[in-house]
């Protein structure tokens, strides 16, 4: 997939005019792109459109409007749009109860390790590959980026085979089917 450049991000003042037709465009892509696994992981699969969205948001909270400072960001959130032969995901860990917080997160401990989540397809695994530095020996981050890199093959089978993510973790056992809906969307992201 094509990375974001300069040329793709609008001033602060262009998508202020854009800003509600995009949102709500935006809200049901996502709501395409979200597999819930279970009920402590969601993972909102990126593409160009997502992290777009994401890099116009922050220079508008944040009023971004140097050159320099646009750049960063979209050097910084191009990372997550995916390579032609992988889809990349934002994981969140859902807690809503804040006080239980950090015992949830240390329970989860070993999330980010290879095999933990994955997805499955036609009996295959393709393991979540996690971008270091949202944990440490002693702390889990709630937020993860990851990706997951899938064969010619496997591309080939995404529309008709079984497909699943699923977590396997001591603490934390869970699987989703993708829906067709969400299969002909996230099949996209290999095309482009």
Known sequence: MRKLT??????NE???????????????LKKLR????GDR????????????YQ????????????ESKIQFEIDIYNSLIPETDALSATMFIEIK??????????????????????????????????????????????VHYVT???TKDQIRKFLDAGLEIHVR?????????FTAEQRRELIKDFLQ
């Open 6 to 11: 300069r040329s793709d991000i609008k001033t």
């Open 14 to 28: 262009e998508y202020a005019n854009e800003r509600e037709d995009r949102r709500r465009r935006i809200i049901a």
């Open 34 to 37: 979200r597999v819930e696994v």
């Open 41 to 52: 992981l969601s993972l909102n699969f990126e593409n160009r459109e997502t992290v777009a």
């Open 55 to 66: 890099i116009q948001e922050m220079m508008r909270v944040e009023k971004i409007i140097d």
């Open 97 to 142: 109860e804040s006080a239980d917080m950090r015992a949830i997160l240390d329970s989860l401990q070993g999330l980010d390790q290879p095999g933990s989540v994955y997805i499955r397809i036609d009996g295959e695994e393709i393991p979540a590959e996690f971008e270091p530095g949202h944990s440490r020996e002693d702390r889990i981050s709630a």
């Open 148 to 150: 997951f890199r899938f």
């Open 169 to 177: 973790h001591p603490a934390y056992q869970a699987k989703a089917a």
